[in-house]
């Protein structure tokens, strides 16, 4: 079999990377089954990268943001080896929840979604929102009829972050699609919930309280909590600027 021949049926099975990599024909001095572990490295490396950026993608992240770019500081009450841990994704096989509260711009939803993109490299399944439009949205799919096909979307991903919960005073929709959502993560998948409104205050805005006491049990008993401190980020950003 000649060497085109070989090309042709590597791309027609969809091995790209090997492909290329054989058409280059950069390790001629290695024996078979050198050149074949080079080979099948380098299409399983370019596939996980694939997934990577797909999971990225399906995220829906508002900004980039990483684990190595969060500074610690004494001023912000951010405990490292804490967040170290949180870093390693263990709270996700562990089925935990992350709580993170603080004042406006103090970097909770940069928090969140650090860890959410370490979740992606870790080839996790993560979906980042903002608590209001989610409810929105879910409120529309009640509409069209859509909505329990929301909710399974939800539980199919490994890490589920709301940003900017308790914002908006929860209607009775909005509490029920809470509870939905919490209930069916239950011990089977991980949320973080970024708020600006401690979790003490938690009980009396999302309303109705035995719906309340449900959900808080739900999130709260299998939680890891970080209450951020210090000044606005944002302005430094705007002295620099």
Not at 12 to 18: I, N, T
Not at 59 to 83: G, H, P, W, Y
Not at 124 to 147: I, M, P, Q
Not at 201 to 216: C, K, R
């Amino acid at each position: 079999m000649n060497n085109d021949q070989t090309l042709e049926k590597l791309k027609q099975m969809r091995l790209s990377a090997m492909a290329t990599l054989h058409e280059n024909n950069l390790y001629t001095d290695m024996t078979c089954d050198e050149y074949l572990s080079i080979l099948v490295d380098h299409e399983w490396e370019q596939r996980q990268q694939q997934r990577i950026d797909r999971l990225f993608k399906q995220a829906c992240f508002k900004q980039k943001a990483s684990i190595a770019e969060v500074r610690f500081t004494q001023q912000r009450n951010l405990d490292k080896n804490m967040f170290n841990r949180l870093a390693t994704m263990d709270f996700i096989t562990k089925k935990e929840n992350v709580i993170i509260t603080g004042a406006s711009g103090v970097g909770k939803s940069f928090l969140a979604q650090a860890l959410g993109s370490q979740a992606c490299l870790n080839t996790k399944k993560v979906r980042y929102s903002n608590t209001a439009r989610l409810f929105a949205n879910l409120k529309l799919a009640k509409l069209d009829g859509t909505y329990l096909k929301e909710l399974k979307k939800l539980n199919k991903v490994d890490l589920l972050i709301l940003d900017d919960f308790g914002l908006h005073a929860f209607d009775k929709q909005a509490r029920e699609s809470l509870m939905d959502i919490i209930d069916d993560r239950h011990q089977g998948c991980s949320t973080i919930i970024a708020s600006q409104i401690p979790v003490s205050v938690w009980y009396d805005i999302i309303g109705e309280g035995t719906i309340a006491d449900a959900i808080l049990d739900r999130i709260v008993n299998s939680s890891h909590r970080i209450n951020l401190k210090g000044e606005s980020l944002r302005k430094g950003i705007l002295k620099t600027n």
